[in-house]
Nanobody, 124 residues
Framework: QVQLVESGGGLVQAGGSLRLSCAAS????????MAWFRQAPGKEREFVAA????????NTGNSVKGRFTISRDNAKSTVYLQMNSLKPEDTAVYYC?????????????????WGQGTQVTVSS
């Protein structure tokens, strides 16, 4: 059974940091692109960052560029999202997603595997 399981969300003050994890299981993801999206109440799902599993190529959304970093650990089949300098507007449910590669896309519709999401709340 293919699974993406997110963890690491929580409550943090503005300016703080969190690291989200996405553990992938059930198949070999070496030819996949992994991504993080987020969705705040009443808003559309927004692209955050993506990484190509094979060579580590990345793409980061403009709203988080310079603050968030996506990475992967091949041995653990886990993708991370390091979030620094968090702002209240980063508050959302963060989702891990996967699609067959190699193109690093940024639209949610192109990803067919999704995790259950993890809540990130940034207080001011």
């Amino acid at each position: 059974q293919v699974q993406l399981v997110e963890s690491g969300g929580g409550l943090v003050q503005a300016g703080g940091s969190l690291r989200l994890s996405c553990a992938a299981s059930g198949r070999t993801f070496s030819s996949y692109v992994m991504a993080w999206f987020r969705q705040a109440p009443g808003k559309e799902r927004e692209f955050v960052a993506a990484i190509r599993w094979s060579d580590g190529g990345t793409n980061t959304g403009n709203s988080v560029k310079g603050r968030f970093t996506i990475s992967r650990d091949n041995a653990k089949s886990t993708v991370y999202l390091q979030m620094n300098s968090l702002k209240p507007e980063d508050t959302a449910v963060y989702y891990c997603a996967a699609r067959m590669g190699p193109v690093v896309t940024t639209t949610a519709e192109t990803f067919h595997l999704w995790g259950q999401g993890t809540q990130v709340t940034v207080s001011s």
